[in-house]
């Protein structure tokens, strides 16, 4: 009975170690468990701050892109009223280019007695004052007899052929053209040297 007494208590002692192994490993577990659910929550703790931070930096960038797109039409606006200011009187000066015309062509024609002579002379202060009145809103000629053509202040419709003049050379101005600051309310109808 010994021996079964003994393998008895060597069973017992065994199983006992088992028992501690499991009781052991359980604790284990439960530490390791513990810290996954720490680690769980400072996971969770920091999403939300990272969350925040990444819709703050997504509202920023929104900011930026509306306050550019403000000052583009704050620009574009100022420059829209720069140009109405400087080009104001373009419709009224370019239904006075006609005046102008008929103006010039009075002024060209002979004055053989002294009241035609006296009728030119009034009509030429009148001229010279409508003159000076448009030249005050930036009104001026486009230069044309004798400079070189320009497509984008010339027109021109008719060539001829001045071996004298060099080629491409504006020969005769046949109706004047005007422009308003930079921008040319009717260009020049000229006769070019081919």
């Known amino acids: 009975m010994t021996d079964e007494k003994k393998e008895n208590q060597e069973q017992a002692i065994e199983e006992t170690e088992a ?14 468990t513990e810290a996954i659910e720490e680690a769980a ?15 703050l930096a997504t509202e920023e960038e929104r900011y930026l892109r509306l306050r550019a797109d403000f000052d583009n039409l704050k620009r574009r606006s100022q420059l829209d009223r720069e140009a109405q200011a400087k080009y104001r009187a373009q419709s009224l000066l370019t239904d006075l280019l006609s005046v102008l015309d008929n103006f010039e062509r009075a002024l060209s024609v002979e004055a053989t007695t002294e009241e035609a002579q006296n009728m030119k002379k ?3 202060m009148v001229y010279r004052a409508l003159v000076e009145a448009t030249e005050k809103e930036g009104l001026t000629i486009i230069a044309t007899e004798g400079a070189p053509f320009d497509p984008n202040v010339h027109q021109a419709v008719m060539q001829e052929s001045d071996p004298e003049q060099q080629s491409g050379i ?8 005007y422009q308003l600051k930079d921008r040319v309310l009717r260009p020049a109808m000229v006769k070019v040297n081919e």
């Open 170 to 177: 504006v020969l005769q101005e046949l109706q004047r053209g």
């Open 122 to 124: 009034g009509i030429d």
């Open 19 to 32: 028992v501690e192994e499991v009781v052991e490993t359980t604790e284990e577990a439960e530490v390791v």
């Open 41 to 55: 929550e400072e996971v969770t703790a920091v999403d939300p701050i990272e969350e925040l931070e990444a819709k």
